[in-house]
């Protein structure tokens, strides 16, 4: 094993650098794709070195060439933890062809969290489907740990699944009859690693990750929404994943609860856990470490810049702005409006949509918080009933 240069020690993790990078190992672990990849490495190397031979014939030569060229396929972009490159998904429905992702270049490093914010239908589930290998892009590379996902089979699929990846979704999905502990445990048996006493007492620290270690006995119906999110973001972590991939993780949370949630996410973040979350949530983007906006299956926008901790001025400034957006976002609800005199029922969702994204992204409250508000003040005489505004 090459040199190691320790930059950062915490009791879930260690982070440091070698001639190859940067590696954060979460718990002590290192993974085996990136061991891998470092054995290929080397012996590319080695294949340079000979390449620099003058008695190689021209076959050898170009034997040696295409071996290199195959192998930089496999170590790509490492020092990224995934790269996505070029990626394109289009569904087939019948006859006509609905192209979901146009074109996505990302990259996430370990330790990001990344939210990628956008309307309905822009394409960002069908993103983290992809990246979370759990279907297969059209078009284009997704490379998770220097690994070529994007051409592997179903088992190999459900291999890294399993062993890489972390889901947490907006309805939770915890299994009913089981308790929170149980919920846990599920995934410790699927990968098969740990003893039954190893296994509950891994359940048993992520729950009191997550600050649920009171509760481990109850089932979901006995624990409210915030809990069984913690619960899903504890299970979402059993396997050691070196992503978890979040999509609307608040959007079945009152907002006091989502905040809560957000917290944890963040927490964790901090100690090391690297998160890709999508939502309509503008409260998510505050908690990110790098925000994009998807529109139309294109990532359109960056926002934060990773690493970058704000200072007091910007965290002043980027308040004042959301204030500013939420005046501009009042006045353009009522030029909407305006623009639809005559129809008495409007969908909440078209009125949104013709507020630009980059102010509806940067909102001090949701959305739907301030058509409230001009409601209650009286400025728009309605109310909203479902997902439509009825106007009186
Ligand atoms: N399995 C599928 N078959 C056909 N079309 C699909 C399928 N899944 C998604 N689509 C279409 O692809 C586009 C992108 O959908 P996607 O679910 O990724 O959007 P989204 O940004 O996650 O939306 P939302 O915010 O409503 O969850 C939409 O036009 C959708 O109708
Ligand atoms: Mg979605």
């Known amino acids: ?177 089981m308790t929170a502990l149980e919920n846990v445990m599920v995934p410790l048996h699927f990968s098969g690693k740990l003893s039954k006493r190893g296994k509950r007492k891994k359940a048993m620290d992520l729950l009191s990750l997550v600050g649920l270690d009171e509760r481990s006995h109850h089932t979901p119906s006995e624990l409210s929404g915030g809990e069984q999110q913690r619960v899903a973001i504890a299970r979402a972590f059993a396997n050691d994943p070196a992503i978890v991939i979040l999509d609307e993780p608040t959007g079945d949370l009152d907002s006091k609860t989502g905040i809560m949630i957000l917290n944890l996410i963040r927490d964790l973040n901090k100690k090391g856990a690297t998160f890709i979350s999508v939502s309509h949530d503008a409260a998510v983007s505050e908690f990110a470490t790098k925000v994009y906006h998807m529109r139309d299956g294109k990532l359109t926008h960056e926002g934060k810049i990773g690493g970058l901790k704000e200072t007091d001025i910007m965290q002043l400034r980027r308040k004042q702005d959301a204030e500013i957006n939420k005046e501009k976002c009042k006045s353009l609800i009522f030029k909407f409006l305006y623009t639809n005199q005559g129809k008495t029922n409007i969908k909440v969702s078209d009125i949104k949509n013709s507020v630009p994204i980059p102010i509806v992204s940067n909102l001090p409250e949701h959305f739907n918080d301030i058509l409230d508000e001009l409601i209650e003040e009286n400025n728009i005489k309605g109310q909203i009933s479902g997902e439509e505004l009825i106007l009186d």
Do not use: C
Not at 111 to 135: A, C, E, H, Y
């Open 1 to 177: 094993m090459s040199e190691r240069r320790i930059i950062k020690k915490t009791e879930e993790m260690d982070e440091y650098e070698n001639e190859t990078g940067k590696l954060a190992i979460w718990k002590g672990k290192e993974s085996k794709e990136f061991r891998k990849w470092q054995i290929k490495k080397q012996k590319n190397t080695l294949k340079q070195q000979k390449l620099e031979s003058l008695t190689l014939s021209r076959e050898e030569r170009k034997k040696i060439k295409f071996e290199i060229k195959q192998e930089k396929e496999v170590g790509k972009d490492y020092e990224h933890l995934i790269v996505v490159e070029n990626l394109h998904k289009t569904y087939l429905l019948g006859t006509t062809a609905v192209a979901a992702l146009r074109g996505v270049d990302l990259a996430i490093d370990k330790g990001n969290f990344i939210d990628i914010m956008g309307p309905s239908g822009s394409g960002k589930t069908t993103l983290l489907n992809l990246v979370g290998g759990l279907d297969t892009p059209t078009r284009g590379k997704i490379f998770l740990e220097g690994r070529n996902i994007s051409m592997l089979n179903d088992n190999n699929l459900a291999e890294i699944r399993r062993e890489r990846i972390g889901f947490v979704f907006q309805f939770y999905n915890l299994l009913p009859q």
